[in-house]
């Protein structure tokens, strides 16, 4: 089939956090900046992408940054057949070196243009769905051990099965006191994970993991670097998930070739796409690595996407898709939402991504060709 790429519209919307500002070992942010891609074809079909940063300092990308990329690759794409994924990668590869996290908006807008041309799930693109509900998990914020053990329950009770808490950016002591405190009330059938988001050094990471050595539980990304924690090896009594530090492809290869992670936090954007996911979801099966299938921020677009992806993992693999919802007060698509409900997201029914968002709510395209 000859179908064409015949416009690029490149969106900039607003989304606010509901409730206190999220906060990680850097950031505390009350409100962040969706980058939304639509592509349309000449036969009047629409595909869509979102990349939305946690705020400039989370990993190396940033909003603005997302639409110069967008503008610059974009024009080279019109013409294109938006049918051949990896044609259309290997264009803007060719355009345009690095930036896979506005790189995958287009790979996404893609994907979801294909499972409506085939009318089926992109869920089923990516080789078939194994479950119809994919669990979440939640990510409480640095907070007393009080508050901590308190959000931990209430999340548990509203069907969570896995909880992140945010570390770092405080006296490790604090943190140490916190992960105490969640482990003494909570059943062992509850994963837990201390994600630094890169604010510990190593002798922090040796820290906690010595005062934590009988709560079973992951460290996510404690340092900054793949040589820090790649170094904590046989100091440290927890196994090691990466997250920031698992930047692309080759990144999440080296990193398994060092024998330097137990696991990932993956964020779709970052690894360039769900033409990029399904690659990693398959070497990860390989090896029997689990990992998540998140992205860092965004709305339903991202969620949707990061969902099909997540529900062709082999389950015992599965570490959750985590997504931005119940920190919003509003969806693109109000009636076919992503949600979390009882600690589940259930797959999108529609083709393709199975979200059709109001794009009204969007305002003016910021970029168009
Ligand atoms: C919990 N997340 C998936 C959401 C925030 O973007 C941070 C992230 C992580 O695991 O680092
Ligand atoms: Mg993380």
């Known amino acids: 089939m000859r179908m064409k790429i015949s416009q690029i519209n490149i969106y900039q919307h607003e989304l606010n956090v509901?409730?206190?500002?999220?906060?990680?070992?850097?950031?505390?942010?009350?409100?962040?900046?969706?980058?939304?891609?639509?592509?349309?074809?000449?036969?009047?079909?629409?595909g869509f992408g979102e990349t939305c940063s946690v705020g400039p300092v989370y990993?190396?990308?940033?909003?603005?940054?997302?639409?110069?990329?967008?503008?610059?690759l974009a024009p080279h794409l019109i013409g294109e057949n938006p049918l051949l994924i990896e044609s259309v990668n290997r264009k803007m590869n060719q355009t345009l070196y690095g930036h896979l996290y506005a790189k995958s908006t287009i790979d996404v807008a893609l994907w979801d243009i294909c499972g409506k041309f085939y009318n089926c799930r992109v869920c089923d693109l990516l080789g078939g769905a194994i479950n119809e509900k994919v669990p979440s998990y939640y990510a409480i914020g640095p907070a007393t051990p009080a508050d901590t053990a308190e959000i931990a329950m209430d999340k548990i009770g509203h069907g969570y099965r896995r909880l992140q808490l945010k570390v770092?950016?405080?006296?490790?002591?604090?943190?140490?006191?916190?992960?105490?405190?969640?482990?003494?009330?909570?059943?062992?059938?509850?994963?837990?994970?201390?994600?630094?988001n890169r604010g510990w050094t190593t002798q922090d990471t040796i820290r906690f993991s010595r005062a934590c050595c009988d709560i079973p539980l992951v460290i996510e990304q404690p340092c900054n670097t793949f040589e820090e924690i790649e170094s904590l090896k046989g100091k440290i009594y927890h196994p090691v998930f990466m997250d920031e530090s698992a930047l692309d492809l080759n990144a999440v290869l080296r990193c398994i070739n060092a024998g330097a992670a137990d696991g990932f936090g993956f964020k779709l954007n970052r690894m360039g796409g769900l033409s990029a996911m399904r690659t990693i979801r398959d070497i990860c099966r390989s090896r029997n690595l689990p990992h998540t299938c998140d992205d860092s921020w965004g709305g339903d677009i991202i969620a949707a996407a990061c969902v099909h992806v997540g529900a062709t993992v082999e389950p015992h693999l599965l570490e959750g898709v985590w997504i931005a919802d119940s920190y919003h007060d509003h969806h693109y698509d109000e009636v076919n939402p992503v949600q979390v409900k009882n600690g589940f997201v259930d797959v999108p029914e529609n083709p393709g991504l199975g979200v059709i968002p109001d794009v009204s709510i969007f305002g003016h395209p910021v970029f168009s060709v």
């Open 168 to 196: 770092g950016g405080r006296h490790v002591d604090q943190d140490i006191e916190s992960c105490h405190r969640v482990a003494e009330n909570i059943t062992r059938d509850i994963k837990l994970v201390a994600d630094a």
């Open 59 to 72: 990993q190396q990308e940033h909003a603005l940054g997302a639409v110069a990329a967008l503008s610059e």
């Open 18 to 46: 509901t409730g206190n500002a999220y906060e990680m070992s850097h950031s505390s942010i009350n409100s962040f900046t969706s980058i939304i891609t639509e592509v349309v074809t000449d036969n009047g079909m629409k």
